[in-house]
């Protein structure tokens, strides 16, 4: 039953990678960014109750771990829109001020 859960974490994870490494909108980036956050608490959440020894451990990390994820959509979200405004488009590739 562990291993079903590992598999779907798994494959969550790896789109989550594929969408954060592969897309250039940064809205998109941001979400494959949440699917992997996701995909590391399903499995806190599965070695919580299916590991060596059942506990509520895993549970409290993943409730903060949504917390910690809320706060970084917040975040993200509001530097997202100040560059909208600013440069007019989401697209990554325009974010180079940086480098200069």
Do not use: H, W
Not at 17 to 44: D, P
Request: glycine share 6%.
């Amino acid at each position: 039953m562990l291993s079903s859960y590992l598999t779907m974490a798994a494959i969550l994870f790896c789109i989550g990678l594929y969408g954060a490494l592969a897309k250039r909108n940064a809205v998109i980036v941001l979400l494959s960014v949440e699917l992997m956050l996701n995909s590391v608490n399903l499995n806190l959440v599965a070695f919580a109750k299916y590991g060596v020894q059942p506990a509520l451990t895993g549970q409290i990390f993943t409730l903060f771990t949504i917390a910690v994820a809320a706060a970084e959509v917040a975040v993200g979200v509001a530097i997202l829109i100040a560059l909208f405004r600013r440069r007019g488009t989401v697209n990554v590739d325009e974010f180079d001020e940086m480098r200069r």
